[in-house]
């Protein structure tokens, strides 16, 4: 019987995106068993000029192809050659590389999707003051280019879609796999409200715990930041304290929740704070962990005591330095962006994967009866 596909099936992953893609090229591959040897993956390049100027080369035909574009704009470890000097990549390069290659296609695919698992310019959503509005202006101008579909995962502000009214747009969360991995490294968590508490670090990230606190039927806590709103250092006003708002932490397990960690300052004087309210284990869950100022800060804190276990996805880059930390768990997100392209190709709605509070129910109620 002949598949119903929207268009034939082409995967481009940009470069620093080598590993992730022949993950989920793997995966397409078993599923659609009927030509194991066939690839999904595109031949294509974004080779460098001696001054830093670049190009897009696509190496193969993608008329009337589906094409899915998967990129991540953050990782540094890519590096290119300019003036005799090797300079990193930044998002901006990525970001300019994404848009070389739709031009390489050149509108000769049926549909174009770009899976940003991280938003490029996502934390500048929103104007304070005269400032520039660049999520909004890079939506439009991949929408403009002949983009379909942006995919993301835990947007900092999913309300920027409103820059792009007419195209689609997903957000989609990794709450799922994080429970899962939780819980796989860790068989005496009592899921319950006595014994474990969200916590959101900040007032932005409410929406993302209340989500958390519901499907797992346990309290939620919230920390709000108190900034010094007449200095402005490294482009931000300074975090003056966090304050707590919620229960009584004391003897619980605590899972704090938020889409990055960035520095990671703002995390660990929220789990210090709740250390020092009584709180028991400290687990974090951040979608990308970039640890901007490295890792010393993080790793001091874990030798003293502060938190447990971090827990980002592998849907950015991950120094060689970060998989190696003992505090450290890599949740894999490669099955479930196979899932997600699989059924757009196919033409269906991607309704029941985004929705994963079924998948959560379920995996706690196998959870607690093996424990019994």
């Given amino acids: 019987m002949k598949e119903n596909l929207f268009g034939e099936l ?14 989920v090229d ?18 294509c390049s974004c080779p460098r000029f001696g001054s830093g100027e670049g190009k897009g080369s696509i190496h193969q035909s993608l008329r009337g192809n589906d094409v899915y574009i998967i990129a991540d704009v953050f990782n540094h470890g890519i590096t290119y050659n300019m003036y005799g000097m090797t300079v990193p990549m930044s998002p901006d390069d990525h ?9 390489a296609i050149g509108g000769k695919a049926r549909r174009i ?22 999520c909004a202006l890079a939506l439009q101008e991949l929408v403009n280019m002949g983009v379909t579909n942006l995919i993301t995962f835990d947007a900092h502000d999913p309300r920027v879609q409103n820059a792009i009214p007419l195209s689609g747009f997903e957000n989609v969360r990794s709450s799922y796999q994080m429970i899962k991995s939780l819980l796989n490294t860790y068989d005496d968590i009592n899921i319950n409200p006595d014994n474990l508490m969200i916590i959101s670090p900040d007032e932005g990230g409410m929406a993302k715990c209340m989500y958390y606190s519901s499907v797992m039927g346990i309290d939620l806590g919230m920390f709000y930041k108190r900034r010094d709103y007449s200095v402005i250092i490294n482009g931000k006003n300074p975090i003056v304290a966090h304050e707590y708002l919620g229960r009584d932490v004391a003897g619980k397990d605590v899972i704090i929740i938020d889409d990055m960690i960035s520095s990671g300052d703002s995390v660990i004087d929220v789990a210090q704070q709740l250390k020092d309210k009584g709180a028991s284990r400290i687990f974090v869950f951040a979608t990308f962990g970039l640890f901007c100022n490295g890792l010393e800060n993080m790793d001091k804190a874990y030798a003293d005591g502060v938190f447990t276990k971090i827990f980002t996805t592998n849907l950015v880059y991950r120094t060689p330095e970060l998989l190696s930390r003992e505090w450290y768990v890599e949740v894999n997100m490669c099955k479930y962006v196979a899932y997600i392209i699989d ?13 994963q509070s079924k998948k959560i129910h379920a995996k706690l109620d196998r959870y607690n009866k093996n424990k019994k």
């Fill in 113 to 134: 999707s770009v899976i940003m698992p991280m938003l490029y310019e996502g934390r500048q959503h929103k104007r304070s003051g005269r400032e520039s509005l660049d």
């Fill in 343 to 355: 059924t757009l190709n196919h033409d269906r709605t991607i309704s029941q994967l985004l929705d």
């Fill in 10 to 23: 082409s995967v481009i992953g940009m470069r620093g995106c080598e590993d992730f893609t022949a993950q």
């Fill in 26 to 43: 793997s995966y397409l591959k078993e599923w659609r068993s009927h030509d194991q040897e066939t690839s999904y993956l595109v031949d």
């Fill in 95 to 103: 970001f300019q590389d994404i848009k070389r290659v739709i031009g």
